[in-house]
């Protein structure tokens, strides 16, 4: 009896410990990881994140970038983190629907973390070099296909969402590109400029759309890019392909306590209903898209069942 007792009381006081911290939660900073280098478009949408959360939750958010295993090593920095909501991913659909039918990963994609909220869909762009003979994309499969091999394209990194597009369009269209992994999208529009590549899908290259300095063939969603009006999208140049759109959310260590993933996830939904976030996301070719906690596991679920199939179907492997 006496240890029974003593087993409870001890239960209890654990209990209102936790209670006591997810109520002054949080009181000093939080470290915001990012699984690519710094200058992509993750590395973009984090620290715009960072920067509201920050004034909202009234403590420094700082980002941490950690990359490396595309995407991997920082996702497991995060699942080996102290469950309290001081670490944080910004995690995208690769390193949860992509990489766990490749490899063996250090982290269980579901069992490791709590999903807080997803907050944006990727706004990729098909970008081509302004000195290839291609002006759309019809003129892209073409060029490929009397030139198999010679097309390069590059990536945020293998089994980054540039890849998976780039495979779904060669297996589509029966065409051969080059595939050139780099370590995260701020390294594209310097290849790109420099010729290593001929064209990335990715959303990096909108400043050089803008500038003149790379031509747009297709946004590659059902949906034009808000800041590229005049650029058809994929069903307009009549391509249709169940490749799940590529999304970041913020996910936390698993036993994370439930009032702090709720704190969090208030915050984010308040902060990516503001139009000028809005405005500001679409400049770095994202598109707030905010889902709660459930959906964003629904979601990871539904699209890991995507990709294993187009996985299989490409014959993609890391190399």
Do not use: C
């Not at 996910?251 to 990516?272: H, S």
């Amino acid at each position: 009896m006496t240890r029974l007792f003593l087993l409870l009381i001890s239960a209890l006081t654990m209990s209102s410990v936790t209670f006591a911290q997810s109520a002054s939660y949080p009181d000093r900073p939080i470290h915001f990881v990012i699984p690519f280098p710094a200058g992509g478009t993750s590395d973009n949408l984090a620290r715009l994140l960072a920067e509201r959360m920050g004034a909202s939750l009234h403590q420094p958010v700082v980002v941490e970038n950690k990359p490396g295993g595309t995407s991997s090593l920082g996702a497991e920095v995060v699942a080996q983190s102290k469950p309290d909501g001081y670490t944080l991913l910004l995690g995208p659909m690769t390193a949860f629907s992509v990489l766990p039918h490749l490899r063996t990963l250090p982290y269980d994609p579901v069992a490791s973390f709590e999903p807080v909220a997803t907050v944006a869909q990727y706004l990729a762009v098909i970008t081509v070099r302004n000195d290839l003979p291609i002006k759309n994309y019809a003129e892209l499969v073409a060029y490929a296909r009397k030139n198999p091999g010679k097309l390069t394209y590059g990536s945020a990194g293998i089994a980054s969402f540039g890849n998976m597009a780039g495979e779904t369009l060669k297996l589509r269209e029966h065409i051969d590109m080059l595939h050139v992994p780099f370590k995260g999208s701020g390294e594209l529009t310097a290849a790109l400029l420099g010729g290593q590549i001929d064209l990335f899908i990715d959303g990096v290259g909108l400043p050089l759309i803008k500038a003149g300095k790379a031509r747009a063939i297709a946004a590659f969603s059902n949906q034009r890019h808000p800041d590229l009006p005049d650029v058809p999208s994929l069903p307009e140049v009549g391509v249709r392909t169940a490749l799940p759109s590529a999304w970041f959310a913020v996910f936390a260590p698993k036993g994370t306590p439930a009032a702090v993933v709720q704190r969090l996830d208030t915050e984010l939904a308040r902060i990516l209903k503001d139009p000028d976030m809005k405005q500001r996301l679409n400049r770095i070719s994202v598109a707030p898209e905010y889902l709660p906690p459930s959906q964003t596991r629904s979601m990871m679920k539904q699209d890991s069942e995507i990709n294993a199939e187009l996985i299989r179907s490409t014959g993609m492997k890391l190399e």
